[in-house]
């Protein structure tokens, strides 16, 4: 079946730099486009990034531009989100999922989930 496993989390002061992997497992991870989530405490999901499935196509929420880089291995069924010059807005639990852009505005995200990942910025 498929699995979603986010590692990296942690506490850091605001400024600071964080690296979250998500390993995949259960389907082929090359097929997929993939994202990182977050979830704060009383706020709705928020899509923060996604990588295309093949080439290097990304995206990112605006809250994300500029500080936060999307990576993935193929070779290593592992996403990567490079979190730089972290804020206390964005403390969240942070969470990896496959799916794919169905068009220029909409992600459609397959229903598949890990435990995610707490990253906590203290100012």
Known sequence: QVQL?????????SGGSLRLSCQGSGFTFSYWAMSWYRQAPGNGPELVATIASVGDAVRYADSAKGRFVISKDNSKNTLYLQ???LKPEDTAVYLCNLGQWTDRDNWYSAPFWGQGTQVTVSS
């Open 5 to 13: 496993v986010e590692s990296g989390g942690g506490l850091v002061q």
């Open 83 to 85: 979190m730089n010059s």
